[in-house]
Each structure stands twice: as structure tokens, then as C-alpha cells.
Nanobody
Framework: QVQLVESGGGLVQAGGSLRLSCAASGRTFSSYAMGWFRQAPGKEREFVAAINWSSSSTRYADSVKGRFTISRDNAKNTVYLQMNSLKPEDTAIYSC?????????????????WGQGTQVTVSS
């Protein structure tokens, strides 16, 4: 079974940056699409970013466009989320997800495996 483990969360002031990492198990990582979602207290899960198997196509939520960058290193079975110009509204638990298919989707229901999440807190 695929396992995903996020890391890199923490506390940062508004305007700062964080880089999240998600390490995946298995030897077929390169064939899977990956996504990042977030969930704030009392809020529903929200799509953040996604990337296809080859890094040739990415998708971002409007709220993070121009500030966040998703990338992947298939040789390391790892996907990253570089978060710049962070805002208090970005505060949430960030989770990575894997879809057993090469193309990304913004629908969380179409992802097959999930990490446990990492907390990102942005202070004003």
C-alpha cells in the first residue's frame, strides 16, 4: 500500500516562506499524479495544487496562484510545495494526496492515498 508522509510545516510570519515535502513509498511514483490540499479549523478541505506524472502540467487554486509552486522529484519519490508570500489565510493543515493515474484532478474524491498532514500557521 502506498504511504505518504508530509513534512516542513511550521510557524511563519506573514510574507514569509515554507517548503513542504511529501515522501511517497513504492516504485511506481513516477506514474502517479500528486496533489496538495489544505483544511483549516471549521472549514472543508480545499484544493491547493496538483501536478501530473511528468511535471509538464500543474494546477493551482486561485487563492495561491503566483505564490505557491508545486514540483516533484520522481527519483526521490517526493513532491514539494514551495509557499511564498504567505498570508494568515493560508493557515491550515496541508495534506498531500496521490492519484493512481497520470493526470491531476482538483476533486479530492478522486485521490486514492493521503498523508496525515502537516500544520502550517501564518501569523500577521
Amino acid at each position: 500500500q502506498v504511504q505518504l508522509v508530509e513534512s516542513g510545516g511550521g510557524l511563519v510570519q506573514a510574507g514569509g516562506s515554507l517548503r513542504l515535502s511529501c515522501a511517497a513509498s513504492g516504485r511506481t511514483f513516477s506514474s502517479y499524479a500528486m496533489g496538495w490540499f489544505r483544511q483549516a479549523p471549521g472549514k472543508e478541505r480545499e484544493f491547493v495544487a496538483a501536478i501530473n506524472w511528468s511535471s509538464s502540467s500543474t494546477r493551482y487554486a486561485d487563492s495561491v496562484k503566483g505564490r505557491f509552486t508545486i514540483s516533484r522529484d520522481n527519483a526521490k519519490n517526493t513532491v514539494y510545495l514551495q509557499m511564498n508570500s504567505l498570508k494568515p489565510e493560508d493557515t491550515a493543515i496541508y495534506s498531500c494526496a496521490l492519484r493512481r493515474g497520470p493526470f491531476w484532478t482538483v476533486d479530492f474524491q478522486r485521490y486514492d492515498y493521503w498523508g496525515q498532514g502537516t500544520q502550517v500557521t501564518v501569523s500577521s
